[in-house]
T-cell receptor, first 113, second 115 residues
């Protein structure tokens, strides 16, 4: 799926700060960050609809989302923890309503040393 | 609480055999149900979805699923599997709460298709 691009693809960190980036070329209004730990299902971290954060799951405060425009989504991580090792997926949908399918990017695999 | 249960963590079938992956949901309202597939090192892709109407829904690549309200189930089926179907399959329910909706996924079933 090249319509949702994520960068970087792989990330290896010590206790550093880093940002994950996502851009969607589908004209969607809702964008999501999901975290998928090893052999677990994806879990919703943040949801943006029309650039407004309308749902913030109980994630650690070191994760800060940003939506500079309706097609871009960032995830800033400060002082990563080993428990943060996971694949982070960006997803989008037209309006963030119940009956919509989500389109996922390829993910960023974060490995914390 | 709303949830999705996939009782089989791993399933192995022979190529050409039929397949059923089980999914049970718990949701008080009318559920919107989905099956997604995840190939190695990729994001999730939609296989099929159910909103209402005919309880048997058709998806891509020969997959279908049957919704049963009485059994609270949404099992995925395929008549004849191919080695390329090896992947992890997630059942999901879309939950609406006040002003937003979100997908809640089951734990996933890892499918291995062997010769």
């Amino acid at each position: 799926n090249t319509k949702i691009t994520q960068s970087p693809r792989y990330l290896i960190l010590g206790r550093a700060n880093k940002s994950l980036e996502c851009e969607q070329h589908l004209g969607h209004n809702a964008m999501y960050w999901y975290k998928q730990s090893a052999e677990k299902p994806p879990e919703l971290m943040f949801l943006y609809n029309l650039k407004q954060l309308i749902r913030n799951e109980t994630v650690p405060s070191r994760f800060i989302p940003e939506c500079p425009d309706s097609s871009k989504l960032l995830l800033h991580i400060s002082a990563v923890d080993p428990e943060d090792s996971a694949v982070y997926f960006c997803a989008s949908s037209p309006w963030g309503t119940t009956n919509e399918r989500l389109f996922f990017g390829h993910g960023t695999k974060l490995s914390v040393l | 609480a709303q949830s999705v249960t996939q009782p089989d963590a791993r399933v192995t079938v022979s190529e050409g055999a039929s397949l059923q992956l089980r999914c049970k949901y718990s949701y008080s309202a009318t559920p919107y149900l989905f099956w997604y597939v995840q190939y190695p090192r990729q994001g999730l892709q939609l296989l099929l979805k159910y909103y209402s109407g005919d309880p048997v829904v058709q998806g891509v690549n020969g997959f279908e699923a049957e919704f049963s309200k009485s059994n609270s189930s949404f099992h995925l089926r395929k008549a004849s599997v191919h080695w390329s179907d090896s992947a992890v399959y997630f059942c999901a329910v879309s939950i609406t709460s006040s002003s937003f909706s979100k997908l809640v996924f089951g734990q996933g079933t890892s499918l291995s298709v062997v010769p």
